[in-house]
């Protein structure tokens, strides 16, 4: 189990480039990794399962678009804007 931190919201540019490589490698070599994290983005690109929790509950799990668009949308008061996906 690899427990990581905000780790990938520091730095420049380049180092944060950097720090999702490695950490690619590592979920490559691990069986269990959890990721805290507030960046949206990082979010929906790395991970395969996102548990959503307020106050030490769970409000919603699942697959990362989803809940992130659920959060985005119970914070904000509206709909995310639709994303551009690369093919």
């Not at 949206?40 to 769970?58: D, Q």
Request: net charge negative.
């Amino acid at each position: 189990v690899l427990l990581v931190d905000e780790v990938l919201a520091v730095g420049d540019l380049a180092f944060q480039r950097k720090a999702q490589a490695r950490m690619r490698e590592l979920m490559g070599a691990s069986r269990l990794m959890v990721i805290v994290a507030h960046d949206l983005e990082t979010i929906r690109s790395m991970c395969t399962h996102v548990v959503w929790m307020a106050h030490g509950r769970i409000l919603k799990q699942g697959d990362p678009n989803e809940v992130v668009d659920e959060y985005v949308e119970a914070v904000t008061g509206k709909k995310p804007e639709p994303r551009l996906v690369a093919a």
